[in-house]
């Protein structure tokens, strides 16, 4: 078995078998023998205060779920423990491997391990082949039809760029690997496991309270019940219509984490709704948040220092407070601010590691321009820890149009944590749900309850300053000051044109 050569292919993200062509290339190709998949556990992830416990045990349940899925073809996920720049080249030796397969990755740390992989393999002659199927497009493709232009940095004008130059992406391929030419070799059976979550010694004792549970197959049972129980929704869907306090069945469809891992194929979802014709259109139709992603991905791909102010091009230098100011930050992480609609979003982003779009908005928007003025950057490191679904471009793109950093430019345009969540959910049904200590809490005061006497307050077991805290700030107060600290900061220089009269874009409310 081990004089026989291999074809390895490496899963990182793409985490599924359907509309896998990287995968397919390993499993077709005439030269080698054995096929073997490959996991590496990257000990830069297994981090709880980088990569919280909801992310780890989700992403573990979806090698899981691959291996599961790879048995039944007579195969298996051999996973590896270490830096794949040591591990992989032990692995490769071992089976004589002569072809490497992997899923085009974007982000920096990514590109940074693939060339130095991609120098090793060269080195020890292994052929390598790559196939770009995180998003509809590859993005080396816009980027060569780009030839000298500009980035596009509105979605508009990406849209119409993309569709007019490449026309429509790719069709998903119909059939996962074929069970046939699948031979892996029956070695190692004790070892490379997937482990669990309790084998990793970083994350003993956290305690996992997401609902969300890993893997392809519960992505592809997700958005076909989906596409199927919510067909009308479906069709009409309008992001800016959808409800961020609907719970516990979501106004959208919650297939981020997926998406992240790739447990879910973009061009796969993309035809699937299409072919129920929908009636709305980009960008606030169900396929236009797809391009949301796309967008963002494409963007961050080609922008240096993406993730920071520091050195990012597309970012405007806005003075936010310093760090000495941490208990701000604090309060708003640790769900503390005293407004009852911030601390409830907090709580479930904690617990469930997903919020709603215009949650995210609303805590977004809460800690850096609407109110506390702390740098989207510490929101940001928030959320990636925090968040199933956290994904490098999605995540810095948005906090940068949240914070008018970049992208959005009507900062005067301000989410109240008080009349916000109130047009969708006047009774508080959701704030009672995630902070139990306001359960009793009449609908009146529900969002401000240290407006509620003290005899309301006693009647409904709440004390504001004992058993609930007071508002870290006073909202209308603040947003005023802050909103005048944005134009100073844009007239002492932020490059970016404001345009007159404010414009609605599907992104925001
Ligand atoms: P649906 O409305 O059902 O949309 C389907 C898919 O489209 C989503 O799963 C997602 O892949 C994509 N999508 C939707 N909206 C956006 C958007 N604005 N930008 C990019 N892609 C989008 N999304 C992430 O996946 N990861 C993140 O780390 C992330 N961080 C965010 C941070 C902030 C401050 C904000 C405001 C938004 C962030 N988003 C992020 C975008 C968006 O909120 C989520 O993708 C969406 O809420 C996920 O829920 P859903 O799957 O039900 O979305």
């Known amino acids: 078995i081990l004089t026989m050569a291999s074809a390895v292919h490496w899963f990182r993200k793409g985490l599924r078998l359907h509309d896998n062509p990287a995968l397919l290339d390993a499993v077709q190709n005439p030269t ?21 416990v909801n992310r780890m045990n989700f992403l573990l349940e979806c090698l899981q779920d691959l291996d599961q899925q790879l048995r039944k073809l007579h195969s298996r996920l051999f996973v590896l423990r270490g830096n794949p720049l040591e591990q992989l080249p032990v692995f490769f030796r071992k089976y004589h491997t002569r072809l490497l397969t992997f899923e085009f990755d974007t982000e920096p740390y990514a590109k940074q391990r693939d060339t130095q992989v ?42 119409a760029f993309v569709t007019e130059r490449l026309g429509q992406p790719m069709s998903a391929l119909d059939a996962p690997a074929p069970a046939s030419g699948f031979q892996t070799p029956d070695v190692d059976l004790d070892t490379y496991t997937v482990p669990s979550l309790s084998e990793l010694e970083a994350y003993q004792g956290l305690e996992v309270e997401t609902p969300f549970r890993g893997g392809e197959t519960e992505a592809l049972r997700r958005m076909e019940n989906f596409l199927r129980e919510r067909a009308d929704e479906v069709r009409s869907f309008a992001k800016p219509a959808t409800s961020p306090t609907a719970w516990p069945v979501a106004s959208t469809t919650q297939l981020s984490p997926y998406f992240k891992f790739g447990c879910l194929s973009p061009r796969l ?15 606030v139709s169900l396929i ?35 760090a000495a100011d941490d208990a701000r930050y604090r309060a708003w992480e640790e769900a503390r601010t005293g407004y009852p609609w911030i601390d409830a979003c907090m709580v479930q982003l904690r617990q469930e590691g997903w ?55 009507q900062y005067y345009r301000v989410y109240s944590p008080i009349s916000f969540p109130q047009k969708y959910d006047p009774n508080g049904e959701y704030v009672r ?18 407006l509620a006497p003290v005899v309301v307050q006693k ?32 007239d002492a220089g932020a490059p970016q044109r404001v345009p007159k009269r404010p414009r609605r874009d599907a992104n925001e409310a």
């Open 355 to 409: 919020l709603h779009h215009l949650a995210r908005h609303a805590v977004a928007c809460f800690l850096t321009r609407g109110d506390l003025w702390v740098s989207w950057e510490r929101g940001r490191e928030t959320f990636d820890r925090l968040l199933v679904d956290a994904d490098y471009s999605l995540n810095n793109a948005n906090w940068l149009w949240l914070s008018s950093s970049a992208f959005f430019h």
């Open 459 to 490: 009647k409904a077991k709440c004390i504001i300053g004992e058993d609930y805290p007071h508002p870290i700030v006073d909202h209308a107060v603040v947003m005023r000051e802050n909103m005048r600290r944005m134009r100073e900061a844009l």
């Open 433 to 450: 749900h995630f902070l139990p200590v306001l359960k009793e809490m009449p609908s009146k005061y529900i969002y401000t309850p240290w």
């Open 32 to 52: 080698t023998t054995y096929v073997l998949p490959v996991f590496c556990l990257d000990p830069i992830f297994l981090r709880p205060e980088t990569v919280g």
């Open 118 to 159: 991609r120098r090793l393999c060269a080195e020890l002659g292994i052929e390598v082949r790559t196939r770009a199927t995180h998003t509809l497009y590859d993005p080396e493709d816009i980027r060569r039809e780009l030839g000298d232009r500009p980035t596009p940095l509105t979605y508009k004008s990406f849209y």
């Open 288 to 322: 236009g948040q797809i391009w949301w992603r796309e967008f963002f991905t494409y963007v961050a791909y080609v922008t240096p220092h993406f993730h920071q102010m520091q050195g990012n091009p597309i970012c405007r230098q806005i003075p936010w407070r310093e």
């Open 269 to 283: 979802f993309v035809e699937r709704v299409r072919s129920l014709r929908p009636l709305q259109q980009p960008p």
